[in-house]
């Protein structure tokens, strides 16, 4: 146990410091086995291949391909000005549609900081030019992406079930509820707030043509989500054959509908989604040997006797897993959390009886809404960079949003029928 502690300490403070996830992670347990027992070291290569020898993490890499193909067809801004046509009207309106579009789009690629980079530019500039306030513009926008993890299909919950064994519809479709509170939540803020905000209305009128055009080109990109959920719940396809039909349906819009898919765009593409595969692939399979020293050290046991020995009360120890969970997300990329910490947690969690979907979406929620917040909040800082607004001014306008989710983690935590609802009712639980 000595050993594991000096582990866990050099990998906290390499994770701190900026270094990269996967390589953290390998070292670390590289340490470990060297001051345990060397010869386990060659189990290493063997552990890795097994970590991401799976079907299901197949969907990944297809599914960021196809985020990738959507940004260089312009998708993303189609269905931003087919939200705006319908809600830009109202007192605050492009603070809706920057919510709804970014719910809409960023569940597609299924995490906060790639609704940031595909969509965060569009939203904040035309907020700008509005006339909004830079920080609410870069403030909704963060927070309106930390809905994309949970909103189906989400590549997050694709992961988690992977790494936890659980079937992938009922992970994807038990975030769909609290997704969608997150969401909903934002947009009354931004209703009861709008005049004392003085938030303006965008007052463009648009022309039939324009409307007949972002008309059709909305449910082109609507089209996409859908075809991939009702394919998953039909039982049409599994989620690694959705993942493909999602980059079929993406290069098919943007070389015969839109026309604007070249080549080098194609390439550009497959490079960048090859990259964050490599990334993602690489923190999976060295995640998954640093599980199996979590399994030799018996650490989800030691855990939750310790916890146990605390208290014996259900809802405290999953309160003081919120907190962890919220302290995790503020400091790591979701993905990495997920694989290195759901596998000593969720255990500890089963046995106080909660489901495992259950523990899935609260899992992810926390992760999430710690993205955004201070004093880390990586999105926080992506956002500040694409708004070009200062940090401090981007975190204080984004406090309503932060504590509107905290409340939607305790509301999750705490009455599980919200979450298990949807899943039962399509048959997945």
């Excluded at 609290?178 to 209305?201: D, E, F, H, T, W």
């Excluded at 490599?278 to 923190?283: E, G, Q, T």
């Amino acid at each position: 146990m000595f050993e594991f502690t000096i582990a866990t300490i050099i990998l906290m403070v390499t994770i701190i410091i900026g270094f990269p996830i996967a390589f953290a992670i390998g070292g670390t347990t590289l340490i470990y086995m060297v001051l345990t027992n060397p010869v386990n070291i060659t189990i290493m290569p063997m552990r890795m291949f097994s970590g991401v020898n799976s079907f299901t993490l197949m969907a990944l890499p297809l599914f960021m391909l196809a985020a990738e193909i959507m940004i260089k067809t312009g998708i993303s801004t189609r269905m931003f000005d087919f939200v705006r046509i319908r809600l830009g009207k109202y007192r605050g309106g492009l603070a809706y549609v920057n919510i709804v579009a970014s719910t809409v789009m960023g569940s597609l690629s299924g995490a906060a900081l790639s609704d940031i980079a595909g969509l965060g530019h569009v939203e904040i500039e035309a907020m700008r030019e509005e006339g909004y306030d830079n920080a609410f513009a870069c403030s909704i926008t963060a927070a309106s992406s930390i809905q994309s993890p949970l909103i189906p299909p989400s590549n997050i919950a694709i992961l988690y079930a992977g790494v936890m064994s659980l079937s992938v519809g009922a992970v994807l479709y038990a975030g769909f509820i609290p997704g969608l509170m997150i969401a909903l939540s934002q947009m009354l803020y931004v209703k009861l707030n709008a005049k004392r905000l003085n938030l303006p209305k965008h007052e463009k009128q648009y022309t039939k043509e324009e409307r007949r055009k972002y008309t059709r080109d909305g449910y082109i990109a609507l089209a996409m989500p859908a075809i991939i959920l009702l394919g998953i719940t039909l039982g049409i396809f599994t989620p690694t054959e959705a993942a493909a039909v999602a980059v079929f349906y993406a290069l098919a819009v943007g070389v015969f509908v839109f026309k604007n898919l070249k080549i080098k765009q194609v390439t550009e593409a497959l490079w960048t989604s090859a990259q964050s595969t490599a990334n993602l692939f690489l923190i999976i399979a060295l995640s998954s040997v640093f599980a199996w020293a979590i399994g030799v050290e018996k650490i989800p046991d030691q855990l939750a006797s310790g916890l146990l020995g605390l208290t014996s009360n259900r809802y405290v120890i999953l309160l003081v897993m919120n907190f962890m969970l919220i302290i995790i997300g503020m400091w790591m990329e979701t993905g990495a959390a997920i694989m290195l910490f759901a596998p000593i947690l969720a255990p500890i969690a089963y046995k106080m009886g909660v489901d495992p979907l259950h523990f899935a979406v609260m899992m992810l929620v926390n992760l999430t809404v710690g993205l955004i917040t201070p004093p880390v909040g990586v999105v926080l800082y992506a956002t500040a960079a694409v708004g070009k607004e200062k940090f401090e001014n981007v975190v204080k306008a984004t406090m309503p949003f932060i504590i509107m989710g905290f409340v939607v983690v305790l509301v999750v935590t705490y009455y599980p029928p919200l979450v298990l609802f949807v899943p039962k009712l399509l048959g997945f639980a």
